[in-house]
């Protein structure tokens, strides 16, 4: 983990660092991507599952389900900015959120796989009600949360660090609820009540994290304020004067679509392709577990080479690894773990690539405009990710439903058509591939930018340097 930084001026704005954050307040806002993690993870690698197999809920009723209360989230994020952003209680304009966020997440999340006596549609009206609720409590937490360390310290140096505690929970997040959830859900044979314990034992997760950061920023200094256009219509209007932010987030949207195909068919590919559901944990594990290890041989060559030249490698080998898991049927799990872990390869470089460019072309901006408009745009990057990930579940039931997928509950099974299990085949391999490889398309018109200058001219309005929320704001 990251060490105090040395008491020197810093190079990008000619300023001497103001005193380091308690670690405490560094490892505290970590905790938060406890939260941000697990409820970033499991819904989208079981829920579609656990429509379709547990409750009987027929593929794109599922979809539906799964779809709609994410793609709020669009809709909410930038209203619970605003009321951040023009809070005067107690305890600071962002702590009162986290708090309002941690003490309603985990009960909505535990209800979203109660298992209630129902079926079908009527299972589906309740699942995508709870999970709603839930996608707005999460909302209340996030937003502001992603927006702290901008508040907490002025100092670029010391906004990295905290940004390490956050990225290292990040990664256990991923890899903790990725593997636990299903381990869990399949302990007694995909039971309504496995899956109940398994929605409390997450709820348990995510209160530790968002509770967690609420407490120990508690002695956290506000030194700056920051905030984003107070409607969706309005960053969009900004966005649209920054061309190379536009190619930059629609080809990670069609990259972030890719993923959320490939999340929610992982559970279907390990039932139905490699034959066992509990495969879906090491499945997971392949996929995840090569995150922390390979991302900084991707951060080497992006900065050896550019970062357009390795999103381009990661784009390709993602493709080229996803096209070759529609294989596994024929050559079996020999092939298939050693893809998906190609495919992990990949996803750490499109985990890190894609903001290490929005970063300089947010500094880009800044420099040129002037304005600070990272939050406009961190906003606009957040709810693209959101809804293509919340598409790719729809899109992965579209799949099912198009090739006849059966639904069930947990006491009656039944067995698949020929073209369901190949649908599942080629809906975690192919569909990804080709997404991935389209999003190719828009990278081509991505003009990397020029580095800022080190230094930067006086301006008279000292709050518009630019350097100052660029890398906070893209994480």
Known sequence: MPETPPAAPLGDTGRV?????????RIGYGLGSLGTG????????ILLYYLTNVLAVPAAVAGAAVFLPKAWDVLINPLVGAAADRSRLQGGSRRPFLLAGALTLPPLFALVFAAPPLRGAAAAGYVAVFFLLAATAYAVFQVPYVTMPA??????????????????????????????????????????GSYRLMGVVVALLLLAGTLGAWHFTRRAPSVARSAAEPSLRAQLAVARENRAFGFLVGMWALQALAVGTMLAGVQYFATYTLGAAGAVTPL?????????LVMPLWNRLARARGAKYAQVCASVLFAGAAALLALTPLAGPALGYPAVAAVGIAYAGLQLLPLTMLADTLAADAARTGRRRAATFTGLWTAAETLALALGAGVFALVLAVTGFRSSDAAHRVDQPAAALTGISWG????PAVLAAASLWLLRGYREEPPVPSVAAPEPDRSAEPSEDTNDHAH
């Open 428 to 431: 975690m391999s192919l569909l």
């Open 284 to 292: 997971f594990a392949c996929m995840i577990g090569p995150l922390v």
């Open 151 to 192: 508040e907490m310290t002025e100092d670029t140096g010391e906004r990295a660090r905290v940004l390490g505690w956050r990225v290292g929970f990040l990664g256990v997040a991923i890899l903790l609820s990725g593997a636990l959830a299903p381990a869990i859900a399949h302990e007694r044979g995909d039971t309504p």
């Open 38 to 45: 697990a409820f970033g993870t499991v819904p989208g690698l």
């Open 17 to 25: 660092p103001a005193a380091p954050l308690p670690r405490a307040v």
